[in-house]
């Protein structure tokens, strides 16, 4: 089968290897790359593959799979999940593939990484889209828990009853998490199969996700329970773009918290989506991605 990357590897990292894939030749003129970081953390960059449509403007979009995920090395060292590694990993990857000059996409989990990231001041980075994302793991709890409110009221009696009997990984708690996940995460009656295949790649290894985060979205009991940026927004001094969907769990009261700290910052919201409107509305979403970048780039 045709590979869908004019170009995929290895890059070595920490004595490890992460994988990259790069859909795309080269840029036109005054074009750069995208360059995408996928969420969990510890998920895949497969949902994130129709972004690479995007190549057909002239520019590569590159993915990679950071460490612990996808088709990278899998260590079993829960010590080694941090916000740091991946930050470190972010300019070892820009290094290895010269992306000197970039915009840097992060989706939910991958949005905070290029929050830290970008808070480091590297240079090059000419702008940063927060797609889905949060500044404030306690605002993000707080809302995720009122939508879990929403839910019918026997679902949330299963997954109360796990939680308190500690059986979280009884398949009856699973199905019922389903349920905020077919509100909150993709709306569309049938998954598409990128999305499928991350998830397969996630249940796979999900050391990270447990370690960092949690046992799923509204149980966040990892090391990034209490992760908060909010104050630190003001010093983002890069063109930002926020997206999100009307129905994401990254809800429009946590957008806000990103839209109003980053100064300049634009906000789009899909009317018609929840966590993955570059899935449930493509077309509107690639159009809006393509007119900020150029937007940035136009001399």
């Avoid at 840029?27 to 972004?51: F, S, T, V």
């Avoid at 790649?201 to 209490?226: A, C, D, I, S």
């Avoid at 700290?261 to 966590?275: A, C, D, L, R, T």
Wanted: charged share 25%.
């Amino acid at each position: 089968m045709m590979s869908l990357f004019s170009e995929e590897g290895y890059i070595p990292f920490n004595g490890y290897k992460t994988w990259y894939g790069i859909i795309g030749e080269e840029e036109k003129q005054n074009r750069y790359p995208l360059l995408c970081l996928h969420g969990g953390p510890g998920a895949a960059h497969d949902y994130l593959i129709p972004i690479g449509k995007l190549s057909e403007q002239g520019r590569r979009v590159i993915f990679y799979d950071q460490l612990g995920a996808g088709n990278s090395d899998h260590p079993d060292k829960p010590e080694m999940w941090t916000v740091e590694l991946y930050v470190e990993e972010l300019g070892v990857i820009r290094k290895a593939l010269g992306l000197d000059r970039v915009h840097i996409l992060g989706q939910s989990w991958g949005g905070q990484l290029a929050l830290e990231y970008t808070l480091t001041k590297p240079n090059g980075v000419e702008s940063l889209i927060l797609a889905d994302s949060l500044a404030d793991m306690s605002q993000w709890v707080s809302e995720a828990n009122r939508l879990r409110s929403e839910l019918p009221k026997e679902t949330q009696a299963i997954l109360d009853k796990h939680e308190a009997e500690g059986t979280i990984d009884d398949p009856e708690y699973e199905e019922a998490g389903m349920e905020f996940y077919r509100r909150h995460m993709c709306r569309l009656p049938v998954w598409p199969d990128v999305l499928n295949k991350t998830f397969e790649k996630f249940m796979m290894y999900p050391q990270v996700y447990n370690t960092m985060w949690g046992p799923n979205e509204f149980n966040v009991t990892g090391t990034l329970r209490e992760w908060n940026i909010v104050k630190r927004l003001k010093e983002i001094d890069v063109p930002t773009l926020i997206l999100s969907g009307r129905y994401d769990e990254s809800t429009p009261a946590i957008n806000k918290t990103l839209n109003d700290g980053i100064k300049g910052s634009e906000w789009v919201m899909f009317e018609n989506s929840s966590h993955m409107p570059h899935l449930e509305e493509p077309e509107k979403y690639l159009t809006t991605l393509d007119s900020f970048l150029r937007k940035i780039e136009s001399p």
